[in-house]
């Protein structure tokens, strides 16, 4: 049972290009979480959702930033024109859709974005 | 709304001392607590939970942390470090409904020879 996938590992980006991060969840889980971790800090909330839906994205930037849960293929999260603010390690968590908290979030192993 | 303060970005011990990580949390409503813990280049693991069962809580790696309501506190403890638990810890915490989970500023874990 394959764990929360991320790709790309590493992406490198000039500014004002875009990023694609994607994410696919554990077999099982519907439920898909973005955090954001700028170096040396913790690590910080950007959106929630579920297949086709967004259910709380009170930590995501008003601009630039982006987040789906199609119904079929992974979650993408996307920045837009990208600064050099933007590098940081991205990470996606999954969790089942019942008793999501309590189980406890299963996360991937990032994507570091680097902007040049 | 959840908050969680981790005393100590950095805490030092040598092999074979006891590990002390200390997390504590702010909530209006009964917490689940929770301790991830994340290697170089890597993503968090999950080491153990608090959701409202026994107070103690024994989570993988020998790690074991104890839900102290009085003190506000969910401190991570280990008897004796070994050198593999080098890395980052993170306590986190949220309410019963699954809102406001938020994670502390983490701790990163050195181990001496």
């Known amino acids: 049972n394959a764990g929360v996938m991320q790709n790309p590992r590493h992406l490198v980006r000039r500014r004002g290009q875009e990023a694609r991060l994607r994410c696919s969840p554990m077999k099982g889980h519907s439920h898909v979480y973005w955090y954001r971790q700028l170096p040396e800090e913790g690590l910080k909330f950007m959106v929630y959702?579920?297949?086709?839906?967004?259910?709380?994205e009170s930590g995501m930037p008003k601009e630039r930033f982006s987040a789906e849960f199609p119904k079929e293929g992974p979650s993408i999260l996307r920045i837009q024109q990208v600064v050099r603010g933007d590098s940081a390690a991205y990470f996606c968590?999954?969790?089942?859709?019942?008793?999501?908290?309590?189980?406890?979030?299963?996360f991937g192993s990032g994507t570091r974005l680097t902007v040049v | 709304a959840q908050s969680v303060t981790q005393l100590g970005s950095h805490v030092s011990v040598s092999e074979g001392a006891l590990v002390l990580l200390r997390c504590n949390y702010s909530?209006?409503?009964?917490?689940?607590l929770f301790w991830y813990v994340q290697y170089p280049n890597q993503g968090l693991q999950l080491l153990l939970k608090?959701?409202?069962?026994?107070?103690l809580v024994k989570g993988i790696n020998g790690f074991e942390a104890e839900f102290k309501k009085s003190e506000t506190s969910f401190h991570l403890t280990k008897p004796s470090a070994h050198m593999s638990d080098a890395a980052e810890y993170f306590c986190a915490v949220s309410d019963p409904g699954g809102q406001n989970f938020v994670f502390g500023p983490g701790t990163r874990l050195s181990v001496l020879p």
């Open positions: 959702l579920q297949k086709e839906n967004i259910i709380d």
């Open positions: 909530s209006s409503v009964p917490p689940y």
């Open positions: 608090y959701t409202s069962a026994a107070t």
């Open positions: 968590a999954s969790s089942p859709p019942s008793d999501r908290v309590a189980y406890g979030y299963t």
